[in-house]
């Protein structure tokens, strides 16, 4: 995979989608190319960002729970405070906060008490101007919010500043991944700030494998 998507990267995340369960042998069958181009391809999604994981989705009213969608009001200057407040309770699905000042949450719970006790919490959260709630009684449609269309592009945020990539970008390929920067000023920082962390890793502790040095290079410069 380069730095955007091509059809057989669409091909192969619409076999995902169908089926996350799917083997790269099975997805490569269905879309004839090879199963090491699924592996590589795959990874290199996974690397930048645009596989997030694997799930499996549930059935909220079969596992007898209620679902609500909760807005919550506030100043602009103070939707990110108020996605943080909640955005760690068990009974918060999702959020998502919109261009009118607005947090729109979908909550799941089994126990009105717990449910209450949230709303009450929320009442003592002071950027919260105003909220409103609504049960849901059906799901028509429930899809993952990622529509994969043939004219979808990826953007890739640059690994060093974090600024979106729009245009093509610098990919350079440090102990065999790749990584994606926006500049050359990004990519000389970030090569250093790579090779900082590299020695200081190889001299806190021995390297017990290739992988979990890659993996822990990798958090760290997230």
């Known amino acids: 995979m380069g730095l955007n998507l091509d059809d057989v990267d669409r091909k192969i995340l619409r076999e995902l989608q169908k089926d996350g369960r799917a083997s790269f042998r099975d997805i490569s069958a269905r879309i004839s190319v090879s199963t090491p181009t699924v592996s590589s391809r795959v990874q290199a999604m996974v690397d930048v960002g645009l596989i997030r994981g694997y799930s499996t989705m549930l059935d909220a009213d079969m596992l007898g729970q209620v679902s609500v969608v909760l807005m919550l009001e506030s100043r602009p200057v103070d939707l990110e405070k108020v996605a943080e407040r909640i955005k760690d309770e068990e009974i918060v699905r999702q959020i998502y906060t919109l261009s009118d000042s607005r947090v729109l949450a979908v909550l799941s719970f089994y126990n009105q008490v717990k449910y209450q006790r949230f709303l009450e919490s929320l009442a003592q959260i002071p950027e919260i101007l105003r ?92």
């Open 131 to 222: 909220m409103d709630s609504s049960m849901v009684m059906k799901v028509p449609k429930e899809s993952p919010r990622a529509a994969l269309t043939d004219e979808a592009g990826l953007l890739i945020r640059c690994y060093y500043c974090g600024h979106m990539m729009r245009d093509e970008g610098i990919r350079i390929k440090l102990d065999g991944k790749y990584h994606y920067l926006c500049c050359s000023v990004c990519e000389r920082l970030y090569r250093e700030k790579y090779e900082k962390l590299k020695k200081s890793a190889g001299n806190a502790r021995p390297l017990v494998n290739e992988h979990s040095t890659h993996a822990h290079k990798a958090s760290a410069l997230d």
